[in-house]
């Protein structure tokens, strides 16, 4: 969440200062207001874990337009190992538990006005699970979500869901 607060912040800082097209981005995080120089809506890439794991040709799995509007995606496809008995361990901790979260949800994109609220979101989401996660973006207000998830074939499925703008 320090991402997002400080992407706040300075979001704030350019716009005391009357500047009206940035793109701010902090370890992932990004906010972006107005246009880019060629004049146009800000367009950011998400990843695509099955390009990060040698899957898939396409580094990219969505394009999400931003304008007034914080993006943040957290993942469990690059911070892992593999234990001893084979099973994936990640660096995204359930907190009811104390261990690695174990569910087949590899990442989720937050799209929503407020950066720090989009990194707290995507964080929980991953924790939550794919079920739960689809469950809580559909009900909460102002927020966009983009689930990536494996099958039990090990295929790369993607969700997209919107609740009220």
């Known amino acids: 969440m320090g991402e997002?607060?400080?992407?706040?912040?300075?979001?704030?800082?350019?716009?005391?200062?009357?500047?009206?097209?940035?793109?701010?981005?902090?370890?992932?995080?990004?906010k972006c207001k107005g246009k880019n120089e060629d004049n146009k809506v800000w367009r950011i890439g998400i990843s695509n874990p099955f390009y990060d794991l040698g899957k898939s040709p396409d580094q990219l799995t969505e394009i999400v337009i931003l304008n007034n509007n914080s993006l943040s995606t957290s993942g469990s496809y690059r911070k892992y190992y593999i234990d001893e008995n084979g099973r994936k361990k990640t660096h995204i901790i359930d907190p009811k538990t104390g261990y690695p979260v174990t569910h087949n949800l590899l990442s989720v994109s937050i799209k929503c006005p407020d950066a720090e609220k989009a990194d707290a979101l995507s964080t929980a989401c991953m924790v939550m699970g794919l079920t739960k996660s689809k469950q809580f973006i559909r009900r909460e207000k102002d927020i966009e979500g983009f689930l990536i998830f494996e099958n039990d074939n090990k295929d790369i499925i993607r969700s997209s869901f919107r609740t009220s703008y």
Do not use: Q, R, W
Not at 5 to 21: C, P
């Open 4 to 30: 997002g607060y400080t992407l706040n912040k300075i979001a704030s800082f350019l716009d005391h200062k009357g500047i009206e097209n940035y793109k701010v981005e902090l370890g992932g995080e990004v």
